[in-house]
């Protein structure tokens, strides 16, 4: 009876240790933080952060260090002009702090939620979404948030991103209306190094994220089933 015992009490481990192999995230290291941790952040909250000089959140910038092999940009033709382009196209947003996670929410590419995990976790095998599996952590008053598990079809310098693409953000304070923000973009299957864009980010302190629903706002929306029939 002790052997049998011992047989079964060996093949509950074994069979734990083989889900936890199949989620690495089941194991993932997580600190449980409290309200006290929370209020030693800099605060970030109050207003939404928008890139300076421009009335859209869109990263744009210079030319991509884009590989020599790639095949023409493909066209947006037939994409549901409802989904998001996601993460790294648009960035900004107005924060709100929780216990163990931040989030950054954002009208800009209809209404978006991202959760950046605060609590010490690993990204482990996240499901691939939008905006991706986002971890952070404080370098002094900067925030580094650290970004994988995209979808495939969210796009890099206009290419699908095949869902390797990992991103770096920095959020550098310069004071309360003011950050310095660098996003890191790599993706070897689209870029021959390491992508860096810099960008000065201001508080806009009575602006607040709005209701915005892509069924609403179709007719100013992308892609190419817009409605454009005049409204009564």
Same mark, same amino acid.
């Given at each position: 009876m002790k052997i049998a015992a011992l047989l079964v009490v060996f093949a509950l481990v074994g069979a734990i240790s083989a889900r936890a192999q199949d989620n690495? &995230? *089941? =194991? &993932? *290291?997580a600190h449980p933080l409290t309200w006290s941790d929370v209020a030693k952040w800099p605060d970030f909250t109050g207003g939404e952060w928008t890139i300076a000089? *421009? !009335? =859209? @959140?869109?990263l744009s910038t210079g030319p991509a260090p884009l590989r020599s092999d790639l095949p023409p940009k493909p066209k947006r033709t037939g994409l549901n002009p409802c989904a998001p382009q996601g993460l790294p196209q648009f960035v900004g947003g107005e924060f709100f702090y929780s216990k163990n996670s931040m989030f950054l929410m954002t009208d800009w590419d209809y209404l978006v939620v991202r959760r950046i995990y605060m609590d010490g976790r690993i990204h482990g095998d996240p499901d691939p979404t939008y905006f991706g599996h986002s971890i952070g952590h404080w370098e002094g008053n900067t925030l580094v948030v650290d970004t994988v598990g995209l979808l495939p079809d969210v796009p890099v310098a206009g290419y699908p991103g095949n869902g390797v693409t990992h991103i770096v953000e920095r959020y550098a304070p310069i004071d309360r209306d003011d950050i310095n923000y660098t996003i890191t973009i790599i993706n070897p299957q689209i870029l021959t190094r390491p992508w860096v864009i810099?960008? !000065?980010? =201001?508080?806009?302190?009575?602006?607040?994220? &709005?209701? &915005?629903?892509?069924?609403? @706002? =179709?007719?100013?929306?992308?892609?190419? %089933?817009?409605?454009? %029939?005049?409204?009564?």
């Open positions: 690495p &995230a *089941s =194991v &993932a *290291s000089g *421009s !009335h =859209v @959140n869109t810099k960008k !000065h980010l =201001v508080r806009l302190p009575t602006l607040e994220v &709005a209701e &915005a629903f892509c069924d609403q @706002n =179709v007719r100013n929306g992308a892609g190419d %089933t817009i409605d454009l %029939t005049p409204p009564p």
